[in-house]
């Protein structure tokens, strides 16, 4: 009939142009299949996801030949074991191509890539903690995807705790990388717990999903592999020996192992977990191993964990009453910041680096209006400049204002239940909550800065007569100074475990009462000029040097 020869026809014409369209181009033709539709295919699970839907419509992507070269020459270089070109390939490439192709859509999944890669398992895990770290970044991840994303994790770390524990090379990945992998375990973690927080935004069948699939993104589950990356490196005990000043641990310092670097990292990760869920002395417990006067210790190998270690420690020294070791956590890392900021300003990290800065130095506000001291000059003018109002809007006790600079500069707190509609759980209950005690805090201090100001005034004076000056009664002045008495006396860091110590004043003068009256001890404050004269003889070094060449 017409119609039978009219459809002979079209197929004869459809294969001639496929014909052509092989002879025309210079793709090799085994390569042909990334271009080409398939049908649609089942996507397996495991057997705790049978609910979630089974069939997907799946288009294979028509890949750029950037791409293509991209993701074979990243796999050859992991083969290999070239470090340098993995490093190059994953922290510039890797993103220019993001923003060239990728900037508003997902990467091509792992499905996709696949057959330029010979289908290595190895390489597809690593390929897909990319491609989900990209839509967790730049777009907004469906419950699908955080289910995904958990799979690929959790079968990612198995491979390295497996390689770990073999000393094997098969993720002799750069340190980058590996610090990122673990950062972003935590912070997807971070992200699952607020996205079933919020009830009202979920729908029926997502509630239901999350309740049947309690066990992902648990906090047990990632506690369970940080901690056994941790034990099968041994890097506890390996830092304690360094300690102690073992030198073979010591040498191995200078090329650690990637078991090592990735024990290193889950310990500083632990550091962050427990902070976002307010536990302040496990998190300081958990790194009582690391050494942080060294100066070249592993965290300084990667910024980001350098800042994220300092940043989460004088966190928690704040939390914890400890304000002179945390205006000196912060004082470090912000001169850190301050000296190699520079070196990082092409970094796809730089903008997240500066808004830790930026944190850091609402978090040292905060901390020098409650235990006032001196600190670099460097820092105070920096300080000055960014929060001289609000500093003296706290040094007169404004309660506000410190509710201000706490809820920019902490860190996102989480709740690890999962809620129903008979307890729901307010998603910033977390938060609300570690803001109560900090504010307690605040509170039990207002009338200390006018006391302080007062008693710098005299070398004594009587009880009286300062209750007269403070509007208050005599007893209740004794009661404010007892107070100011205990919030000076705090625990000092000065070597060993973060959470090692001994009682100090933290104060710049002495006071004590002897029956009605106050006696303040006559102290002289020892100003240090070699500091500021060797900072600016270097600055003036390096001026003279660029303008030389």
Not at 34 to 48: K, N, P, Q
Not at 226 to 246: F, P, R, Y
Request: proline share 3%; hydrophobic share 35%.
């Amino acid at each position: 009939s017409n119609a039978e020869y009219m459809g002979d026809l079209c197929l004869c014409v459809l294969i001639m142009s496929f014909d052509n369209f092989d002879e025309e181009t210079d793709i090799p033709a085994a390569d042909l299949l990334t271009f080409r539709y398939r049908a649609a295919s089942a996507e397996v699970y495991d057997d705790e996801y049978d609910d979630a839907p089974s069939m997907v419509s799946r288009q294979d992507y028509s890949l750029p030949d950037a791409v293509r070269s991209f993701v074979t020459t990243l796999h050859r270089a992991i083969k290999e074991g070239d470090t340098f070109e993995v490093f190059n390939l994953y922290e510039n490439n890797f993103n220019k191509l993001t923003e060239k192709y990728y900037k508003t859509a997902a990467w091509p999944p792992a499905e996709a890539i696949s057959p330029l890669v010979d289908d290595d398992a190895t390489f597809v895990l690593l390929y897909k903690e990319l491609y989900f770290r990209h839509i967790y970044s730049k777009l907004q991840p469906t419950l699908r995807h955080r289910f995904d994303s958990w799979n690929n994790y959790t079968a990612l770390l198995e491979k390295m705790t497996a390689s770990a524990d073999s000393q094997g090379s098969e993720f002799d990945l750069p340190a980058q990388w590996m610090w990122d992998i673990i950062d972003e375990f935590i912070y997807q973690f971070q992200s699952f717990c607020q996205f079933k927080s919020k009830l009202k935004s979920r729908s029926e069948d997502e509630l239901a999903t999350l309740q049947e699939n309690a066990d992902v993104w648990s906090v047990g589950k990632v506690l369970h592999y940080l901690h056994q990356i941790v034990a099968k490196s041994d890097i506890q005990n390996t830092l304690e020996k360094e300690k102690q000043g073992d030198s073979e641990t010591q040498e191995t310092d200078e090329s650690p192992s990637v078991s090592k670097l990735l024990g290193y990292f889950c310990l500083v990760g632990l550091l962050r977990l427990h902070s976002l869920l307010g536990d302040y002395y496990l998190a300081l417990k958990t790194i009582e191993c690391i050494d942080l006067s060294r100066k070249q210790g592993l965290f300084t190998r990667v910024a980001a964990c350098h800042i994220t270690l300092y940043y989460y420690t004088g966190f928690a020294y704040l939390m914890m009453r400890r304000c002179s070791d945390a205006i000196k956590t912060f004082q470090n890392i912000l001169l850190y910041i301050g000296r190699t900021k520079q070196y990082y300003s092409r970094s796809y990290q730089y903008d997240q680096m500066m808004k830790k800065n930026e944190q850091m130095y609402a978090l040292l506000a905060i901390a020098v209006s409650l235990c006032p001291q001196r600190i670099d000059e460097s820092i105070h003018a920096g300080l000055r400049d960014k929060y001289g109002e609000k500093m003296l809007r706290m040094q007169r006790s404004d309660e506000a204002t410190f509710e201000e600079l706490f809820a920019f500069s902490c860190p996102k707190f989480i709740t690890t239940s999962t809620p129903s509609s008979e307890d729901p759980v307010n998603a910033n209950q977390a938060y609300k909550l570690q803001s109560k005690l900090f504010l307690r805090e605040v509170r039990q201090q207002q009338l200390l800065p006018t006391v302080r100001s007062y008693l710098k005034l005299y070398t004594s004076l009587s009880t009286a007569k300062m209750a007269q000056f403070l509007d208050i009664s005599e007893s209740e002045f004794r009661t404010q100074v007892l107070c100011m008495k205990h919030k000076m006396r705090q625990q000092v860091w000065s070597h060993g475990s973060p959470l090692d110590g001994r009682l100090a004043s933290s104060s710049d003068f002495e006071f004590y009462v002897d029956k009605d009256t106050v006696y303040v001890a006559d102290t002289k404050v020892t100003r240090h000029y070699g500091e500021f004269f060797i900072r600016h003889i270097n600055k003036f070094e390096h001026i003279i040097e660029d303008l030389s060449t």
